[in-house]
């Protein structure tokens, strides 16, 4: 099969194009490279057809693909997916961006919870599958097993979002932000090892990550030492498009939007590398303890992991820094809460690349080509 690859320089397609190689997804298509801004030099990894970088815009050559594989963003599905179907063209569209997610021609694609709702779209002849927000998709691999069981009423989701969520430019602006406040601290750590305050020091500081000097164009603010409670657009309801999307995104890939299970919460990014964290207040349809509802969520999936919720195993096992880079889904924290038998908590980490993004989005590609994943 020939596949358009577009948004593979960019955050998501850099992961997208590591998992790719290792799991030799490279050997069952013919791959064709596209860039908006790269158009002539040569490919990642060139094909019969194509050794060098196509043009993302050119619609007459994306035609030509049997499947295009995108990880360009939201304004690029929106510009050239129109265009396409529009053309004619009748290939499957796999995309990480959020444009097309909602609409009812397309699929949110998350194989381990909802491989039954992506197979039987294969058999009606769909063919626009979305991969979902990566905190949802984060969250319902975590919470499998209890879905599953149909065992939650409602979930509270407070999430710690990662620089890298934001894309590639954000994740250097972060350690650019950081470099920064390294760089301008001598002073103030010096004063401080001479003997100075600690309320000077902080003052220091603070002057330093407020200053024009420290580079914000992407966040906007200081991400380092700070966090931004707010993510995505504002919807002019009190809520971010981030935190809509849980509702709405969890519903759609459960196959239940007739009788939806109500998530909500607040999303914020904080100065993390890259790995979603969330806080979760979850209300049980029945009373549970928390060692019943351990054993569910062991069962939701291959790769959940429940970490006992002692201060050592947290700390050892339940931070973006250990899960970064790894498929695992951890969730702790686990335990019941005061406010009645059917309420608990929880605490889960996910690399929302990974899961989060590249890996539904592969793993679709291969259902495609090899009908097996
Ligand atoms: P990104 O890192 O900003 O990359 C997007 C594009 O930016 C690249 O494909 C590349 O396109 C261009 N680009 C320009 N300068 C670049 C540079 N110095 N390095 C790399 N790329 C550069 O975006 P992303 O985070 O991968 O997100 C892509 C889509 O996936 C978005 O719709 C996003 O909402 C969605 N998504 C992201 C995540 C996540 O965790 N980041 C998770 C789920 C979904 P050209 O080759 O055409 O220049």
């Not at 290792?22 to 791959?31: G, K, S």
């Not at 879905?147 to 710690?160: G, P, Q, R, V």
């Not at 250097?172 to 406040?181: G, K």
């Not at 700070?226 to 519903?251: C, F, H, M, V, Y």
Request: proline fraction near 4%; aromatic fraction near 6%.
């Amino acid at each position: 099969m020939r596949v358009g690859i577009i948004g593979w320089r960019g955050m998501v397609g850099s992961v997208l194009m590591e998992r790719m190689r290792a799991e030799d997804d490279f050997a069952l298509i013919e791959p064709t490279f596209f860039s908006t801004t790269q158009a002539g030099l040569s490919a990642p990894l060139a094909s019969h057809a194509h050794a060098l970088i196509c043009d993302a815009n050119d619609i007459a050559v994306l035609s030509g693909m049997d499947v295009i594989l995108t990880c360009q963003g939201g304004a690029y599905t929106e510009r050239v997916h129109p265009r396409l179907r529009a053309a004619g063209w009748g290939g499957y569209w796999i995309d990480a961006a959020s444009s097309l997610r909602m609409q009812p021609e397309a699929v949110i694609i998350l194989d381990p919870v909802n491989r039954d709702v992506i197979d039987a779209a294969l058999r009606r002849g769909q063919r626009d599958f979305i991969g979902g927000n990566c905190t949802v998709s984060l969250l319902l691999l975590a919470l499998a097993g209890l879905f599953k069981a149909d065992l939650i009423e409602w979930i509270s989701s407070m999430t710690y979002q990662a620089a890298s969520g934001a894309g590639a430019a954000n994740m250097r602006e972060l350690v650019a932000q950081m470099a920064y406040l390294g760089l301008e601290s001598g002073a103030p750590i010096a004063d401080a090892d001479a003997g100075a305050s600690i309320l000077e020091f902080d003052r220091a500081i603070a002057t330093r990550l407020r200053v024009a000097g420290i580079p914000v164009a992407e966040f906007g603010q200081a991400l380092a030492g700070n966090l931004i409670p707010w993510i995505d657009s504002d919807l002019g309801t009190g809520q971010s498009r981030e935190e809509w999307k849980s509702g709405a995104e969890a519903n759609k890939i459960l196959d239940r939007t007739e009788r939806p299970i109500a998530i909500d919460g607040v999303c914020v990014r904080v100065g993390v590398m890259r790995c979603h964290s969330q806080a979760l207040t979850i209300k049980l349809r029945r009373p549970m303890d928390a060692a019943a509802v351990e054993d569910v969520l062991r069962g939701g999936n291959s790769w959940v992991r429940v970490i006992q919720n002692t201060r050592d195993e947290s700390m050892r096992a339940l931070t973006p820094l250990a899960v970064s880079g790894t498929m695992d889904i951890p969730i702790g924290r686990i335990r019941n809460l005061p406010m009645g038998p059917q309420y608990i908590s929880a605490f889960t980490v996910g690399d929302q690349l990974l899961w989060g993004a590249a890996e539904p989005l592969r793993r679709m590609l291969r259902l495609i080509v090899s009908g097996t994943i």
